[in-house]
Every structure is written in structure tokens, then in C-alpha cells.
């Protein structure tokens, strides 16, 4: 049930900015969608497990509820990632 937006709500507890926050998650995103079809082939996961997944585990779109306009992009970066592979 966990948000992005509330991670970029507290990023100040962090010492973060907000923009430096956005780019954490952006590489993580990345990171995500570079790697995901290598490291499902290692474990040797099945279509089926790979969908479950990453709709359910890895890149959840609930996470990305809530965001504001200035990270509607993310957005469009994690369909990209689970399209584009």
C-alpha cells in the first residue's frame, strides 16, 4: 500500500530535496526496467510469474497514485518500462 507520493512528501526528513527525491525514483525506475528481463531469466521465472510480478511487487501503479503534475512522468516512465521489454 505503499506511495510514491507520500516518499516524496518526506523526503525533507531526509535531508532531500523534493526534485532530488523525483530523481531517486527515476533511477530506480530505470534500474527496474533495464534489469527486470535479465534478472527474471536468472530465476528462471515463468510469463505468468513475471506479469504477477510486476503489477503486484515491482512497480505497482497504486504506488503511483496520488502524484502531482511535477511526477506525472513517472508515470509514463513505468508503462514505458513494461512495454518497451
Known amino acids: 500500500m505503499s506511495r510514491i507520493s507520500v ?3 518526506a523526503a525533507h526528513n531526509f535531508l532531500l530535496s ?3 527525491a523525483i530523481e531517486i525514483v ?3 525506475i530505470s534500474c527496474i526496467g533495464e534489469n527486470w528481463n535479465g ?3 536468472a530465476a528462471e521465472a515463468s510469463e505468468a ?3 504477477l510480478l510486476w503489477a503486484r511487487q515491482f512497480l505497482n501503479p497504486y504506488a ?3 502524484l502531482g503534475v511535477d511526477c506525472s512522468h513517472l508515470v ?3 508503462r514505458q518500462c513494461k ?3
Open 18 to 20: 523534493r526534485d532530488t
Open 39 to 41: 534478472v527474471c531469466e
Open 26 to 28: 527515476e533511477q530506480q
Open 7 to 9: 516518499c516524496l512528501d
Open 76 to 78: 509514463d516512465m513505468v
Open 49 to 51: 510469474d513475471r506479469n
Open 64 to 66: 503511483f497514485d496520488d
Open 83 to 85: 512495454f518497451g521489454n
